[in-house]
């Protein structure tokens, strides 16, 4: 029983000394004291409100013990709330990602349309449909009860400008229909939702952005003037705001727009012929359509509807292209964010772990101090205490302890959220902390905490025979011991494993930086011309005046910045062959091959060298896929459009794309063109002063921009975003590892904390027996040391077969040699001797004086 309240009498189980209960105590004492608690126990059972006084003495002795052992219980309740910290953190995450678009009430049932485009050699999404593509689907298919259409202005900025003056930059305007607002459960705070968009011309405002253009005023019946890329300024009235979208969806605008009105846009920016397409039906629009299915319909069927529909043949898109319907609370993880679905898997695994490390040192620190507790236990069971009563007891001691854990837990999540948001590039709005999402996680690892932390203490602890605990004995059984050696092999087993694979991680993250791709990226300025302001037609100018600037190697152009835009994958064949082949393309001019110094297999010839004329230069893998070589590549290509150019020269395979795949058959334009001016190349010269030169090319941009200011990015710097997810992963798994470790080491240190403190008549003995220091350290570590080695063995192995599977996503990846585990091996060895050497040599200099006092 935990305690006993009653006639005056005061016990608790705790109190007893090891004098009162040693095998030197008389027989008439011994049938005296136990008469005496016999009498206790059966008055507690008469004592009114007997629950109450048991639950209140169970966590009176919990917090009796608690205090009694300090050290260990705090390196026990502080590594579980460590881990119990960073497994919320992943949680939070976790949860997360997994609530994108969910707060809409009929997510389950919303879908969006997107064609699968099926080439040679690649399999892309085109997620933009015709403007008549929803309503023919819903006219189609019994199983849609309505659909709704949404168009974003992309990543370009277009001026937004409010009546009052206030002016600024923006990239989140968008454009949708009234199927959109009643489709979507964006909150209103001002305005009608029944007739919102319903005329042309008319305007939602975000709160932000209402804030950001009106103030504290009302916007409703006030005017923003868009600018669009041609300079064209259309007027709109604001009759709505709704609440910010939170950051767990993902459609985000700040402006949301009649959607006729995108329309007149295209037509103003790109002429009548755009809006040719809109009696066609199909895909190559330029809207996001949703349908909203009907309760119980099948997405299946609403897709096998959409063949029939389609009206003239679109251009790139063949007979076998497949339409898919994705249901929009699978849209973050199956199509909006790359690697989200690893990256939770990966984590939510790395959670455990961390999860188990603490909670197994959590537990070996438990039965090892269950020797301590053998007498209390063994007396409890002489005065009648059930194994029932005592499992509760050890419960609520282990249950009391999670709850501390719990509540440092949640300082130190407070503190480590910075960190980690930091880490893994994420936003999250607080109020999400209380939304079931993660609430609901964080009740059941509070459950399951207590289940497994208290679970085998308690087994243990009641189970130990009362005849071995008052002469003063544990449990006979080697078992727990052994379990404490296999715990702690576990324990060192993932921390190897995660050692080597943030080793294993960090050097292919410096591949990816690091290898020479084929071109020269140092020193280079992209700058994009925004043709929608003309600038392109004063790229000669431009050019020439950002060639005479000091700290100005080269200037050159092209259609796209590389390793930042998709480029056009078209299927190219040689006149003389039918196999077409899928080859990227973009347009350059001819100073971009010197320029990034690209090299070639075969140089044009000195005679015809690289014009403006409609020529084209191709990579290795396109010329052996299209059978060219040095003796025949002069060829005549046909690009699929009526298009013809001729080949004159093979430059060497370069990487254009992330490493992570391999090189494409790719080729570039030599235009005379405007299909190369988009964007300036800028080689700068090796001692550049970087912030003049950047400013003299701001006043040149200046002088011919209209509206939009000067933008520009170094290609280095866009070529790392590329492993930005790669870069944020391994940062966490050093972060976890570091962690790992830590708790590891935590509860070794407790264990060897224990192992000395039941030693300490023994290294009394040895030292005044003339032992060395250095030799009851070794006696201290070695069985330590000898666990921490096995572990070592058992995980090289299991490292060596996880990072191995997780290198055979890349295309270009390390080789994990020998030393990898060598020195993952000594790392860890390394650590835990430092721990556990702390406290022998602490022991092994104790006065053994006051060692052999201490018995």
């Not at 260990?72 to 678009?101: K, W």
């Not at 959109?180 to 705070?189: C, K, S, T």
């Not at 391999?662 to 001692?687: C, E, H, Q, W």
């Not at 270009?812 to 022998?840: E, K």
Request: with cysteine; hydrophobic share 45%; aromatic share 12%.
């Amino acid at each position: 029983m935990g305690g006993w309240v009653g006639r005056g009498h005061r016990a608790a189980d705790g109190e007893f000394s090891e004098r009162e209960s040693s095998n030197d105590e008389s027989g008439e004492v011994a049938e005296e004291r136990v008469g005496f608690f016999q009498t206790t126990f059966n008055d507690y059972f008469s004592y009114p409100n007997s629950t109450r006084v048991m639950l209140f003495n169970y966590f009176k002795i919990a917090w009796r013990h608690l205090y009694q052992n300090r050290l260990l219980n705090f390196i026990g309740i502080g590594g579980l709330a460590t881990g119990l910290a960073v497994t919320l953190l992943i949680v939070l995450y976790i949860a997360h990602e997994y609530s994108y678009d969910r707060f809409h009430r009929n997510a389950d049932r919303i879908v969006k349309v997107e064609l699968k485009h099926t080439d040679t050699t690649t399999t892309y999404s085109i997620p933009w449909m015709s403007y008549r593509f929803g309503e023919a689907v819903k006219n189609a298919s019994p199983e849609v009860e309505s659909f709704a259409r949404f168009s974003s202005g992309g990543t370009r900025s277009m001026t937004v400008q409010s009546d009052e003056g206030h002016q600024f930059y923006e990239t989140n305007f968008a454009f949708a229909d009234t199927g959109f607002v009643r489709m979507f459960d964006f909150p209103f705070v001002a305005g009608d939702p029944a007739t919102a968009l319903s005329r042309p011309a008319t305007l939602l405002l975000t709160e932000r952005m209402a804030r950001k253009y009106f103030g504290s005023a009302n916007p409703l019946g006030r005017t923003i003037e868009y600018t669009s890329r041609d300079n064209t300024k259309f007027l709109f009235e604001v009759t709505g705001v709704l609440r910010d979208p939170p950051p767990n969806s993902t459609i985000q605008f700040g402006f949301l727009a009649q959607l006729d009105a995108v329309r007149a846009i295209d037509r103003e920016e790109y002429g009548e012929g755009f809006d040719k397409i809109k009696d066609e039906v199909g895909a190559g629009g330029r809207y996001d359509t949703y349908l909203l299915l009907r309760a119980g319909a099948s997405a299946k069927k609403v897709a096998a509807h959409i063949p029939a529909l389609l009206t003239t043949p679109k251009e790139g898109l063949d007979p076998n292209d497949n339409y898919y319907l994705y249901p929009l609370a699978d849209m973050h993880l199956e199509v909006g964010l790359a690697y989200s679905k690893n990256r939770m898997a990966l984590f939510g695994v790395l959670a455990v772990f961390v999860l188990v490390l603490a909670l197994i040192n959590f537990v070996n620190l438990a039965t090892a101090r269950s020797v301590n507790r053998a007498k209390e236990v063994s007396v409890r069971k002489v005065v009648g205490a059930t194994r029932k009563s005592l499992i509760a007891q050890f419960y609520t001691d282990s249950s009391l302890q999670v709850v501390l854990a719990f509540c440092l837990a949640g300082l130190l999540f407070v503190l480590f959220q910075p960190f980690f948001y930091d880490i893994l590039q994420l936003s999250f709005d607080p109020a999400f902390l209380c939304n079931a999402f993660f609430l609901m996680p964080t009740l059941l690892l509070f459950l399951i905490c207590i289940l497994l932390s208290g679970g085998y203490p308690a087994l243990l602890l009641s189970g130990f025979s009362p005849i071995f605990g008052l002469k003063g004995k544990a449990n006979p059984s080697q078992g727990t011991a052994q379990l404490r050696a296999g715990l702690t092999v576990f324990q060192f087993v993932v921390s190897v494993t995660l050692i080597i694979g943030a080793i294993v991680v960090k050097l292919q993250l410096n591949l990816f930086l690091n290898k020479d791709v084929g071109i020269s990226r140092s020193r280079v300025v992209t700058v994009p011309l925004n043709r929608e302001e003309g600038m392109d037609k004063h790229y000669a100018a431009i050019r020439r005046e950002i060639s005479q600037l000091p700290g100005v190697e080269k200037v050159t152009a092209s259609s796209l910045v590389m390793y930042d835009h998709y480029m056009n994958s078209w299927n190219i064949k040689r006149l003389d062959q039918p196999k077409e082949v899928s080859v990227n393309t973009f347009a350059v001019d001819e100073e971009f091959i010197p320029t990034l110094q690209i090299k070639w297999l075969v140089p044009p010839r000195p005679t015809k060298g690289l014009s403006t004329s409609g020529q084209i230069v191709i990579n290795e893998r396109a010329a052996r896929e299209l059978g060219l070589n040095a003796r025949n590549y002069q060829q005549t290509l046909d690009l699929g459009d009526g298009t013809r150019k001729e080949v004159v020269g093979i430059m060497k395979d370069f990487n254009y794309m992330s490493l992570e795949r391999d090189i494409k058959p790719m080729a570039m334009y030599i235009g005379s063109d405007t299909t190369f001016r988009d964007y300036l190349y800028v080689k700068l010269t090796r001692n550049a002063p970087i912030e003049k030169t950047m400013a003299g090319m701001g006043h040149v941009y200046d002088r011919y921009k209209t509206e939009h200011p000067f933008e520009y990015a170094f290609l280095e710097e866009v070529y790392q975003r590329l492993y930005e997810i790669q870069g944020n992963t391994s940062r966490m798994i050093v972060a976890l590892t570091g962690l790992a470790i830590f708790i590891a080491c935590l509860g070794l240190f407790g264990l060897a904390t224990f192992t000395a403190e039941q030693r300490t008549k023994e290294i009394g003995v040895r030292k005044v027996l003339g032992a060395s220091v250095a030799s009851i350290v070794t006696l201290l570590s070695k069985d330590f040391l000898k666990l921490v080695l096995i572990a070592i063995v058992i995980a090289s192995p299991i490292a060596w077969w996880i990072t191995g599977k997780w290198l055979e996503e890349f295309a270009y990846r390390v080789d994990v040699a020998w030393w990898v585990f060598i020195l993952a091996g000594t790392l860890a060895l390394g650590i835990a001797l430092l721990t556990v050497s702390f406290q022998s040599v602490r022991a092994a200099l104790t006065n053994p004086a006051r060692s052999l006092r201490s018995e």
